[in-house]
């Protein structure tokens, strides 16, 4: 059985390479949530200026067009989380630029989604 020293600086590169966490992922998913976020703001905003849009995205009339509203969204969710996942999860990013993207882009979903904004689109 080999041991290694602490002074062997192969095995402390290998160690320190080993030990490196990634912080693609975690910008992935900040990014993808303000993504599905940004999408409900656009389907609510939509469905007001588009009659067609509020029936396609009636898919249970108690509901009316809620429900292909946030499905929607949850599908923008967890595809552009699956795509930024993949691209990004062996590389660093920085997570102070992703977590200010993704306010920015929950920010905007979140008002998009208010009577007075959409409404201003009728």
């Not at 002074?7 to 912080?23: G, M, S």
């Not at 599905?36 to 067009?65: C, D, K, Q, R, Y």
């Amino acid at each position: 059985m080999t041991t290694i020293k602490a002074t062997d600086k192969n095995a402390t590169a290998f160690l320190a390479e080993q030990a490196h966490v990634y912080t693609g992922a975690a910008a992935a998913a900040f990014i993808a949530g303000g993504i599905g976020a940004l999408t409900l703001g656009l389907m609510t905003t939509g469905a007001v200026i588009s009659e067609g849009l509020s029936n396609f995205l009636n898919w249970w009339n108690p509901a009316g067009p809620l429900t292909g509203k946030t499905g929607i969204s949850i599908l923008a969710w967890l595809i552009s989380w699956a795509i930024l996942n993949h691209l990004w999860k062996d590389k660093d990013a920085d997570l102070a630029k992703a977590f200010t993207i993704t306010l920015i882009l929950i920010g905007l979903g979140f008002v998009m989604t208010f009577p007075p904004v959409f409404e201003a689109f009728e």
